[in-house]
């Protein structure tokens, strides 16, 4: 049955210092209103964990129907594939940053401001400090792609 919970997919923009990377990220959910807050659960065995561990912030670009292939691409560990924001166009977060892919429906800046480690994924909790809209569009959703997980 938890296959059967909606997720969208969204590529989770990351630093630590001058190093960037992205991450495709499916477990995310609004958490709060006032202020705005998202949560993100990341796989603690991931690169891109440590680096919002260090840094405390991440972006997460919205992605747009039609747009596996770019999920899939993010998918693959950096320390395998190199550098996956080579050939694409993408812009640094003013608030984190962060990487957002500009061919993307929209994008938020997140804080982290607290973290629950109890399992095989960290639940970050982040504040939304930036987002801006690039353009409408029905967003791509993990059940469409026929995969079972995006972490």
């Given at each position: 049955?938890?296959?059967?919970?909606?997720h969208?997919?969204?590529?989770?923009?990351?630093?630590?210092?001058?190093e960037?990377?992205?991450?495709?990220?499916?477990?995310?959910?609004?958490?709060?209103?006032?202020?705005?807050?998202?949560?993100?659960?990341?796989?603690?065995?991931?690169?891109?964990?440590?680096?919002?561990?260090?840094?405390?912030?991440?972006?997460?670009?919205?992605?747009?129907?039609?747009?596996?292939?770019?999920?899939?691409?993010?998918?693959?560990?950096?320390r395998?594939?190199?550098?996956?924001?080579?050939?694409?166009?993408?812009?640094?977060?003013?608030?984190?940053?962060?990487?957002?892919?500009?061919?993307s429906?929209?994008?938020?800046?997140?804080?982290?401001?607290?973290?629950?480690?109890?399992?095989?994924?960290?639940?970050?909790?982040?504040?939304?400090?930036?987002?801006?809209?690039?353009?409408?569009?029905?967003?791509?959703?993990?059940?469409?792609?026929?995969?079972?997980?995006?972490?």
């Amino acid at each position: 049955m938890l296959r059967k919970i909606p997720h969208g997919l969204y590529i989770c923009g990351v630093k630590d210092g001058e190093e960037l990377n992205g991450f495709t990220a499916s477990w995310v959910m609004q958490s709060s209103f006032k202020p705005p807050m998202v949560i993100n659960c990341v796989n603690q065995s991931s690169g891109s964990h440590e680096m919002i561990k260090k840094s405390g912030v991440f972006a997460l670009s919205f992605l747009e129907d039609g747009q596996k292939d770019l999920a899939a691409k993010f998918f693959k560990p950096q320390r395998r594939v190199g550098n996956k924001l080579a050939d694409l166009d993408f812009t640094l977060g003013a608030e984190t940053g962060c990487p957002i892919i500009t061919d993307s429906l929209g994008y938020i800046e997140c804080k982290v401001v607290d973290a629950l480690n109890q399992s095989d994924h960290t639940v970050f909790l982040g504040e939304v400090v930036g987002s801006g809209v690039h353009r409408e569009g029905k967003q791509l959703l993990l059940e469409s792609t026929g995969w079972n997980y995006g972490g």
